[in-house]
């Protein structure tokens, strides 16, 4: 998985890292059993303080996706999917709508969007 932040954007390097690392998780590009790059490996390769890798991989333990091991990096656990309330999936759908109203506006179109849909399905090819 070849993870890269964008140190000028709005959004936190810490969470570009969880996103990065969680869609790379989700789309089985990393398995259970596999370890990600140690703390201090992987802020040295992005260029960043080592406590930013450190609330990104603490952030991703608590979602139940890595076992955190002091020196030997993060290994991959094989997370049991949750189960998810009514409330909660009407949230996202709700969300999820409303990121794809802003993208069509900003002039994505429909095609592209669906094309990213498809690929972000667990087993889908990339």
Known sequence: MELTVDLDSEIPVYRQIVNAVRRGLVSGEVAPGDTLPTVRQLAFDLGIHHNTVAKAYRE?????WLNLQRRNGALVLDRARPDTTRTLE?????RFRELIAQAIADGVSYKVLLRELNRAEPGAKR
């Open 60 to 64: 991703l333990a608590e979602e139940g």
């Open 90 to 94: 009407h949230d996202y759908v709700r």
